[in-house]
Every structure is written in C-alpha cells, then in structure tokens.
T-cell receptor, first 113, second 112 residues
C-alpha cells in the first residue's frame, strides 16, 4: 500500500461530459503529481502541485484542470471529454524534495464512450 | 523535452533465465528511478540511483547507472514468475522543478 488513495477506481462516461478525479496523498507529502497512462503514449506528466500551489505543467490539455486544497488532497477535472481521453489517470505524491521518488496511487481508469 | 528509451519493449522468458533491460537518454539526469507496475496497480518504486557508475542490488535485481548519468540498466538473475510486470525507468534533469519523465517500459513475462 503506497498510502496514496485515488477515487473512483473506474469511471465510464459519455463524450462531452465532465468528470472529477480525486487524490489523497501520503501522510506528510506536500507534492502531488498527475500522470496519464495510455497504451500508445506511456506515462505522461500532466501537472504538479506543491503545498496548494501549481508548480509545473506538462502536456495538459486546456480542457483539463486541477487544484490542490488546503488539506493537500487534489482533484483533476476533465471536461468536454473525447474518446481519446480514455486512459488510466495516476496521482503520485512525494515530500517535495528534489530526487524524492514518487509514490503512486492505483489510478482511475476512465472510459469515454 | 527529454526522452527515455527503454528496450526491449517486450520480453517473454522461462523461469530461471537471466535478463537485462535498458534505459537510455541523451539527457543527463540528476537521479533515475526504476519502478515495477502490475496490472490494475500504480507503479511501485524499486530503486533510485544518483551517482554516475553507481550499482545497487535488490535481491536478484541489479541496477546500474551509467558513468555519464544518461543511461541505466536492470539485470534480473534467475527470473521468477513473480517478476512479471511492466518495468519503468524515470529520470529528472537537475535544476527547476523535480518532474520525473518516464520511459514507455519493458513488459516482462516470466513463464513457470
């Protein structure tokens, strides 16, 4: 058990809809990362938060947004969903120090129909 | 954008065989991690290497970081079915935010 909790585990929705994915980091970790994993692209970095502030952005679409709340949990919002957004979405946390390894949750599998 | 190339992409072997998987990049990394991911789960950290030329051992797994800190290898001795999974390497460049970039992984199947 990594200590990182992601909900829901599975999500099936239709094109054009909006969903929210939730992540609770490991106790004491200040940094939260979101990654998208698909068969053809592998694990792609989306966005990072540190202690409530956005720290780095990767290949995140404008239809996607995220935030980290004062209790350090994070949410990833995906809107105007397209078939191509179907993927595994992982949250990972770390203490925030450089070179600290990431601890991953078990992901949310999103299927857009 | 840094790119991590992992090879081979797929590996199917018999129990007891040895294997090596590779992770290569043109970028220099401040650190490199190896993770293993099983179906339905998130990647789990195996090891972090930091120093060029560093060798770390974890039971039957041996990890090596290249002298120039651009590449790494993972060697498994006497593979077992429990070693089956997706092996991912991840590296981050020094300076700025710590953002690990992942390779696409090596999918290993060990047959009993």
């Amino acid at each position: 058990d990594s200590g990182v909790t992601q909900t829901p585990k599975h999500l099936i929705t239709a094109t054009g809809q909006r969903v929210t994915l939730r992540c609770s980091p490991r106790s004491g970790d200040l940094s939260v990362y979101w990654y998208q994993q698909s068969l053809d692209q592998g694990l792609q970095f989306l966005i990072q938060y540190y202690n409530g502030e956005e720290r780095a952005k990767g290949n995140i679409l404008e239809r996607f947004s995220a935030q980290q709340f004062p209790d350090l949990h994070s949410e990833l919002n995906l809107s105007s969903l397209e078939l191509g957004d179907s993927a595994l979405y992982f949250c990972a946390s770390s203490p925030g120090d450089s070179n600290s390894p990431l601890h991953f949750g078990n992901g949310t599998r999103l299927t857009v129909t | 954008t840094q790119l991590l190339e992992q090879s081979p992409q797929f590996l199917s072997i018999q129990e007891g065989e040895n294997l090596t998987v590779y992770c290569n990049s043109s970028s220099v990394f401040s650190s490199l991690q190896w993770y293993r991911q099983e179906p339905g789960e998130g990647p789990v950290l195996l090891v972090t290497v930091v120093t060029g030329g560093e060798v770390k051992k974890l039971k039957r797994l041996t990890f090596q970081f290249g002298d120039a800190r651009k590449d790494s290898s993972l060697h498994i001795t006497a593979a077992q079915p429990g070693d089956t999974g997706l092996y991912l390497c991840a590296g981050a460049e020094s300076g700025g935010s710590y953002i690990p970039t992942f390779g696409r992984g090596t999918s290993l199947i060990v047959h009993p």
